[in-house]
């Protein structure tokens, strides 16, 4: 994380740093409040771009805000679907018990090319976790 911080010190403004730092923070559960400040700021300079929603979703699914997770992911992935994309929505399906939309995201992710190597090291065993409850 502290490349992050040093490229933020570096380009304060630049919104790509932002959303970086913003998603590896929401991933670890970290500064919540401080992660959904970047991307605002991020958002506010560069639209809301499907990049920028997806972290925007991450932020809102590990503060358990899954309806505000699930309203992004959707618009996510009709805008600019992906196999990361479609995995990240069939994470907030699951969280919320939803299984079949979960397994029918997790199938979009598949046929998308999902692979655990794509995954963000921090997302990894979730992605896993999900892969075998599909088997």
Sequence with gaps: MG????????????????????????????????????????IQSAGPIPPLRDTRATIHYARGELDRALADMQVVVKEAPSAIRYFHLAKVYDAMGRGQDARDALQEAIARGLDEQRVHPLEKAECRRLLSAMK
């Design 3 to 42: 490349s992050y911080n040093e490229l933020m010190q570096k380009n304060p403004e630049s919104f790509a740093a932002k959303n970086n730092l913003a998603e590896v923070l929401a991933l670890r559960g970290e500064r919540l409040d401080d992660a959904m400040k970047l991307v605002a700021e991020a």
